[in-house]
């Protein structure tokens, strides 16, 4: 009773300070909420992780938010092997006018006032030929002004997607960075699902937007963001610099690099935009009718910039100044096919989205549960996207045959509610764990007596082994990665490293096949089948 906490969101002086003035007591609804949460993890861990040695392979691992998060990647790679594109086609008019200087493309939207929808290139022709052959007077010229708001503050999960998306980096890496800006006192902490913002930072900035672009750039108002996540906990800031006057040239020194002030000018950028006034923007429509078809264009100018003065410009898209009732002459009609595709894999940034959208996890266990289903091998990175493997489709496989509530997307996002209650003292955290502890325990040992084990695929090689010259050669995925086997293991034992021939493409240095590698921490890349004989090496293939 005699101990006193003090909290604080950033180490700098002030604020250590101003804590050390208000010293408060330890909250117990936050530390049961803590301990119902590790014992949850562990209860679940503890217990299918042997179970999963036992009926699927030595070295797996089962967790409450990283099962789901595999079975995320899982489900959406089903999909895109079901997936049957479909067939369509586009129609694009080019036209001129007398008067005015510059063509104009239109694209083909409705048919007798209906939607268009061309399944065919039969179809396709027989519509250009129609346009070919048709009139065409300008409808319509719409314009109307648009603003554009900025984005919040970041966020753990907004941070992780952004340096996901600009700069590659792996939620992990993010962290890494994040937590050294903190630890020198540049940044606020950077664990948060929060958009609030201290008041004197938000004065700072107001004071620094316009003493640097000018009065038309603040708005009348301090901006003011709500959270749209229902389990948020808003005990912290938002991530922002300590100092708003500080740029990123002084974040670099002797222990911090250049990828500290790249994330530390991405943190500053995002917080100044988000006290900048709006973007301001013309959308022009023009809508040209060609007997009982209508073509539409769309145009874009920026009027004012905004917040976006401290981003990329914006995409403009000029039209020439048509008005109604203009006549045009045809320049050529163009027909395009296409197909529909299937949804693309999980980003890591993608996958972080999902997680939160479905209220699983929390933004600080995030960076974590993407790096250990890629160590524990259930998932790997092509080309920036994860793809299942066949022990992480295995995996996933039993425990929804056994487990299924455990990996089910509500019953995670509940969870996470009742620990949330626990936080708010709504609910007593030894009854919510009870409450899963005791239907799931005799799951565990339904499955312990009642499952076989499971066999995970393996790919044909259409070759035979060399060894025993009796099995085929397959390819098995191991606790690191694929490898060649024999299929009469474990009778013939024969195995061999597993060379990813990368096809059509060829080494620029000797001109021989190129192999897929991967480097000590994991990461992909490419280089020569010949090494050491051949040293080429290079994270993107060439022409890539």
Same mark, same amino acid.
């Given at each position: ?11 700098t002086?002030?604020? &250590? ?10 909250n ?5 909420a ?10 679940? #861990? ?7 040695w036992? +009926? =699927?392979?030595? #070295? ?39 008067d ?22 039969e ?15 300008v ?62 930072a ?18 009348? +108002?301090?901006?003011?963001?709500k ?19 500080? $740029?990123?040239?002084?974040?670099? #020194?002797?222990k ?10 991405? &943190?500053?950028?995002r ?7 709006d973007?301001v923007?013309?959308? $022009?429509? &023009?809508?040209?009718?060609?007997? +009982? ?15 976006v ?9 000029f ?13 050529? =009609? ?18 972080? +989205? ?14 974590a549960?993407?790096? $250990? ?6 998932? =790997? ?14 995996? &996933? ?6 487990? #299924? ?43 312990e ?48 490293? *597993? ?31 010949? *090494? ?13």
């Open positions: 009773k005699r101990f006193r906490r003090v909290s604080f969101h950033e180490i002086e002030t604020a &250590i300070k101003e804590s050390l003035k208000h010293p408060g007591s330890v117990m609804q936050l530390v049961n803590q301990q119902a949460r590790r014992v949850l993890d562990r209860l679940v #861990g503890y217990t299918l992780s042997p179970l999963l036992r +009926k =699927v392979r030595r #070295g797996l691992s089962a967790g409450r938010v990283q099962s789901v998060a595999v079975r995320l990647v899982v489900e959406r790679e089903l999909e895109i092997e079901a997936f049957v594109p479909e067939e369509y086609w586009e129609i694009f008019v080019t036209l001129s006018s007398r005015v200087a510059g063509d104009l493309t239109v694209q083909l939207v409705k048919k007798s006032a209906r939607a268009v929808v061309i399944k065919s290139e179809e396709a022709k027989q519509i250009e030929k129609e346009l070919e052959k048709s009139k065409y007077v409808s319509d010229v719409v314009t109307e002004e648009q603003k554009s708001s900025p984005n919040p503050p970041f966020t753990t999960s907004l941070l992780q997607r952004a340096a996901s998306n600009l700069f590659g980096w792996s939620a992990k890496q993010t962290m890494s960075v994040a937590q050294s800006l903190y630890e020198h006192g540049f940044i606020t902490y950077h664990r948060t699902d929060s958009y609030n913002l201290a008041k004197e938000i004065e700072a900035a107001r004071e620094y937007i316009e003493h640097s672009f000018g009065k038309e750039y603040l708005p009348e +108002k301090a901006r003011v963001y959270t749209k996540v229902a389990s948020a906990q808003e005990a912290h800031e938002a991530i922002r610099p300590t100092q708003v006057t500080r $740029t990123g040239e002084a974040v670099v #020194g002797d911090l690099s250049t990828n500290h002030q790249k994330l530390y000018e991405l &943190i500053r950028i917080f100044l935009q988000c006290q900048m006034s973007a923007f013309d959308k $022009t429509t &023009i809508l040209v009718e060609a007997g +009982k078809y209508l073509l539409k264009a769309d145009g874009k100018r920026v009027i004012f910039d905004g917040y003065k401290l981003g990329k410009p914006s995409e403009e898209s039209l020439p100044p048509l008005s109604a009732n203009q006549e045009l002459s045809l320049v050529k =009609v163009e027909s395009q096919q296409k197909f529909t595709k299937p949804p693309g894999r999980y980003t890591e940034a993608g996958l972080i +989205k999902e997680l939160e959208k479905r209220g699983i996890g929390r933004p600080s266990t995030y960076a549960i993407i790096s $250990t289903i890629q160590d524990r091998n259930y998932v =790997v990175k092509e080309n920036k996207s994860f793809a299942p493997t066949a022990i992480g489709r295995a995996v &996933i496989e039993y425990l929804g045959k056994y487990f #299924g509530n455990v990996i089910a997307y509500e019953f995670t996002a509940n969870m996470e509610h009742d620990l949330d209650a626990i936080a708010l003292g709504e609910k007593e955290w030894v009854k919510v764990v009870r409450s899963f502890w005791e239907p799931f325990s005799e799951s565990v040992r339904v499955a007596g009642g499952s076989e084990r499971v066999k995970v695929p393996v790919e044909a090689t259409g070759e035979k082994c060399p060894e025993c010259h009796e099995g085929d050669m397959v390819i098995r995925t191991g606790r690191f990665g694929k490898f060649f086997s024999c299929s009469r293991y474990p009778d013939c034992k024969y195995k061999n490293q *597993y060379k990813e021939v990368i096809s059509g493409v060829v080494c620029p240095s000797c001109g021989g096949e190129i192999m897929a590698r991967k480097s000590k921490k994991g990461a992909k890349f490419f280089g020569c089948v010949s *090494y050491p004989t051949c040293t080429w090496a290079a994270w993107k293939l060439p022409g890539k």
